[in-house]
Structure formats: C-alpha cells, structure tokens
C-alpha cells in the first residue's frame, strides 16, 4: 500500500473504497512531466533563495531529473495505488534520496502544485490543438484551389438560394477555424499566469521568489492573489469554451459533409477510408466520421457543462470539488484533438463533384435575384421587378423548365425592357463574377480570401 505523505494529524488509514473515491491519479498521472517539472523549478528557487542550500536544490533536480528520465523510458511505472501523480513522485524522490526528498515541498502545497501542473499541461494541448487546426485548414485550402470557379447553389432555410462557388463556402469554415485558433491565442494569454508559491491559499512565511519559478516555467507572470490562484479554474472554463466554439464548427462542417455525401445532393464523395458500410445494405457508404465528430460535440459541451456546475457554488478556496476538473477538461483535449486529427484527412481526399454541383444550381432558379437585377438596371423598380421574376419562375416551375430555356420573345411578354443581354446576364458564371465585392464569390475576391487565409495561417 502507497505511503499518505500527509499522516500526522490521522494515522492516514482510510478505508480502501474512500481511497478509490479519493483518487486522482488515474488521470492526473498524465501531467507526470509538468509536474516534475514544475518541481525541478521550485527546487531551483528554493536554493537560489537560501532556503535549502544549493548542494540539496542540485540533489532534487538530478533525483527528479532521473525520476522523468525512468518513467518515459518505462523503468519506472507509475503507482496508481498513490493517492495522486504529486505523491508518487514525492514518494519515489524521498525512497530514493532520504530526508533531501522531503524537503522538495517546503513552501508549496498540492494546490498551487496542481494548479501549475494543469496550466502547464494545458498551455502545452493548447498549441497542439492550434497547430491541428492549422493544418485541417491547410487542408481545406488545397480543396479551395482546386475549386475556385467550382459552381455549386448556396442555401438559405436549407433552400436554394443563390449561386456561389465551392471555393467561397469552405472558405466560410476556414474564416470560422481562423477565429478559433485567435480564442486559443487569446484565452492561453490569461492562463499563462503562474499560481505556484500561492500554497494552500495563504501564502508562505518563507521569503520565495515567485517570479523566478515562474520564468523558469514560461510563464508571462504570477496570480497576484493567493486565494484565486489555487481556486481559480476559469482557465480551464475558457479552454473548454474555445474547445466547445470549436467542436461546434466542426460540426456544422461534418453536418453539411453528410448532406453533401447523401444521394439526395451528390455533392461530394468521401474517401473509401472514412466512411463505413452496413452489415445488411451492401450498397451503403456511411458517413461515420463526419457523424461522429457531429455527436462527440455535445459531448465536448457536457464536459464544458459539467465544470461549470461544480465550480458555481464552491466557497474560496480550494476544495476537493475542484479535483472534477480534470476528467472533463482531458475529455475535452482528447475528443477534440481526435475529431482534428479525422477531419483533416477526410477533408483532403475527399472527391469533389462539379457537375452534380452546377446541375444542382440550374435547377434551383438561383439566378432569379440576378434577373430581378437585371431589370432594375434597366429602370425598373426593384419591387415591380421582383414581382415579374417571381411571376416568370412560377411559370418555369409549372412548365418544368429552367430560366435559360426560355426564349426571348418569352421574356418580352412580361415586360419589353428584356433584350438578348438576358441570356449571359442570367447565365451561372456571371452571377458568380458579377460578385465581385470584399468576401463575395466571384473569382478575384476567392483570390483575395485565399491570400487574407495564407497570410493568417502564416
């Protein structure tokens, strides 16, 4: 049975179900490298500030140092019979170096300990999660350059609507993964604040040097109050809050990758690896990727749910509530790391289908506003206008035809302000290069998008 670090004031015996419920180490063992870090850096401080000698502060980083070294290398497993990762390692330190062991945790506590080994751990999944969704965007645009003048119907209430390129609507989600990557930058600016040398919530009599660990941990500064660094867990709210804007994101894109796979659209293919079959149905090609990233959003959402649950009613300062952070938020890292990491491929090779795409757009009348246009350019107005394209589509739609296949003479029964300029005014390719402004569709403005993204990304 693991040595209680903290038998004194108990005899430290509990009884083996509370030391099931109690423990942590589970899942905190995964911050095993922050945290000795995070050690070899208070060791650091407490011999540049005389308060163990430089002998004993060099004995601890070397003994911490061979303790990291022996647990990547497999020598040393981690004991899940400790209470959490912070013990086993003061454990195995003290086995292995004696009384110079037990004096790595001279003013700290657990607390501060685990609120810079969750920062540090967080800081680190953070810019794993950037450099993903860089690359999924990346992968994205190499689908956008090969479909810049790709016409496809755009939507509105999930109806035709006008027509734009595929190019334009995927550079929408990159406009979106974009923002994404800024909330990350931006959210990991306040977590990036040192708690250690807070102790348990009051701070400590020894004369410490706070900043001094917090350089040498990389962090931009200190949490200036003792009670809100060991109790505060908004970094973890905001991250899963990032996580959460992200996730929804993806969702939406893997919700119009389903539609767009679906026989009903024929839009796309999706590769033979990331999609599935079924066990009766030889015919299906299932888009289960995509699915899945759809449903592991709400779970995303349930882990931002649920801390928020349990820190709103939690008195200052620290309290054991407190140790429900983590599954949530290493819930939260895993899924959305794993839903990039599918994303990207999937997006990189799946097959494009252009011409169900413009097919799709002829037949939906979307160039209706665009002949609407066209005769308040001759002077009509817009309203009068409106009505006559209106009338001109309810006549297409009963004759089961589209606006090209109407004649001139057609036209000019409904009104004589229609010349032969009809025909390329309302064509596909002009409605799409008439859009010529800032973020619209037309191929100088996916070129400017394209440019605005690269530069971003770089």
Known sequence: MAVKMWAGRTAGATDKLADDFNSSISFDSRMYRQDIKGSMAHAAMLGAKGIISQDEADTLISGLDTILNDIESGELPINM???????????VLTERLGDVGKKLHTARSRNDQVALDLRMNLREETETIIDLIRQLVSSMLLQIKANKTTIMPGYTHLQRAQPITFAQHLLAYCMMLLRDIDRFKDMSKRMNMSPIGCCALAGTTYDTDRYFEAKQLGFDGICMNSLDGVSDRDFCVEFMGCCSILMMHLSRLSEEIILWSSWEFKFIELSDAYTTGSSIMPQKKNPDMAELIRGKTGRVYGDLVGLLTVLKGLPLAYNKDMQEDKEGVFDAVDTVKMCLGIAIPMI?????LPDNMKRAAQEGFINATDLADYLVKKGLPFRSAYKISGTIVAECIKRRCVLENLTLDEYKSYSELFDSDIFEEISL??????????????????EQQITFVETELK
């Open 429 to 446: 390719e002009t409605c799409v290069a008439k859009r010529i402004s800032v973020g619209g569709t037309s191929l100088s403005s996916i």
């Open 81 to 91: 019979e400790c209470e959490d990762i912070h013990m086993f390692v003061e454990q």
């Open 348 to 352: 990189e090779t799946m097959r494009v």
